[in-house]
């Protein structure tokens, strides 16, 4: 498995252990092997990609592109599968947290974790699927312990 984290941004340290960690945990408690890109922006790149996919001018806290689906994944060899992109706002995670008085690394765990959920298939279109999202993300959370 291989996570490649880059940071392009500067407003936000990250503490790539613990990021790495929460993503490792996210797969293993799926049963799955597979390489994971991550990527942490300031709200005018984020901004650019999802006006450039998904038609939205405007900053977003986190974007997942997947790049296989789950049944291509499980016919290749696991140093083979890219499960796929999570471009994370690490602006929109300070803006946040600052608002929520909370960590900004609790808030920047939380969009990793989300963008990371919509890869593994979970969606947030209807109230049952952003509860099922939410029940994962706490769960996900609590064991990297930020509850």
Known sequence: MTLALANRQRRVALDRKALRALCERILAAHGLDANVSLCYVGDAAIRALNQRYLGLDEATDVLAF???EQGEMA???PEERLLGEIVVSAE??????TRRRIPVA???ALYTA????HLLGYD?????DRRRMRRAERAALA???LP
């Open 75 to 77: 016919g290749s060899a």
């Open 143 to 145: 064991a990297a312990g």
């Open 124 to 128: 947030d279109h209807t109230p049952a």
């Open 92 to 97: 929109k995670a300070l803006a946040e947290a």
């Open 66 to 68: 997947p790049l296989e």
């Open 106 to 108: 609790r808030e920047l």
């Open 114 to 117: 989300h963008g990371l959920l």
